[in-house]
């Protein structure tokens, strides 16, 4: 098979950091071991561009990175390739809808993150994970706003799940919609998915769709599974995204993308895969 993939795009949180958000010795080797092989590496995430910055800088990535799940697309040193900005005609829709079911509202700009309060919901632990604050605001996006991303954040998964019926039903004509994690619902243009994350990267790097390998563990990179001629999915992920993938790996307390890498991507590489039940699906 990896004769046949000359790119690989990884999803980040869940995938290829561990559930510390730590880059392991052994994922990072395997992503060099990537390109020393002249295959293209590159990373897709909801995450904003500065949130990527250390790991654009760790990994030495040479390639466009998609940042708002497909929602910016950068260069390495963030300068910006294109974007998809929340139609504004949704934009006063989704907040609406979020609100109703009593989730935290969250708006991204290409360089601000609005947050409803410093001490919501995750607000915390996502700011030590993308190693930037956000601004405090109490005003909602408008229709008039740069806005790239909206994020619904809760822990109640009885509103998560009403919130994205609605948003699903409603507004499916308008933006994509995916949670990104159990706890965040991301809201983005109808072409920043992660399925056009693959299209885009096809077509600015002259690769085509079937010798691209992807690799991730939500719903939102299922989209991504679907394009892509090589999926693997992570241990970690739901029933129903493991049988999106080609191939499931172990999971990311397990070294599931180093091990992902080394049996399904690196030619003549060691073949041992941690964890049980991995392969074919």
Request: some cysteine; aromatic content about 6%.
């Amino acid at each position: 098979m990896h004769r046949d993939v000359r790119l690989v795009v990884a999803d980040v949180d869940g995938t290829l950091l561990t559930p510390d958000k730590i880059l392991t010795t052994r994922a990072l080797a395997a992503v060099r071991a990537i390109i020393e092989a002249g295959i293209a590496f590159t990373i897709t995430s909801g995450r904003p561009p500065l949130g990527m910055r250390t790991l654009i800088d760790d990994l030495q990535l040479q390639h466009p990175i998609a940042a708002f799940n497909g929602g910016l697309f950068v260069h390495p040193d963030l300068l910006v390739i294109q974007e998809h900005l929340v139609p504004g005609e949704a934009v006063r829709a989704v907040v609406d809808i979020l609100t109703k079911h009593t989730l935290d509202v969250w708006s991204y700009t290409d360089k601000e993150w609005r947050v409803p309060s410093r001490h919501g919901a995750h607000v915390d632990r996502e700011a030590w994970t993308v190693k930037f604050a956000p601004t405090v605001t109490a005003a909602l996006p408008a229709a008039r706003d740069r806005t790239i991303k909206i994020v619904g954040v809760t822990d109640d998964q009885d509103a998560m799940a009403g919130a994205v019926e609605e948003v699903q039903q409603t507004c499916s004509h308008f933006v994509s919609a995916a949670r990104s994690q159990p706890y965040y619902l991301d809201i983005t243009h109808p072409e920043a998915n992660k399925g056009q994350v693959v299209e885009v990267l096809s077509r600015l790097l002259n690769i085509p769709i079937k010798q691209i390998a992807t690799i991730g563990d939500m719903p939102s990179d299922a989209l991504m599974f679907q394009r892509s001629g090589v999926s693997i999915a992570m241990a970690n992920a739901s029933a129903e995204v493991q049988r999106a993938a080609t191939f499931v790996t172990s999971s990311n307390t397990e070294e599931g993308f180093a091990a992902a890498m080394e049996r399904f991507v690196l030619p003549g590489c060691c073949r041992t895969v941690l964890g049980a039940d991995t392969g074919h699906r």
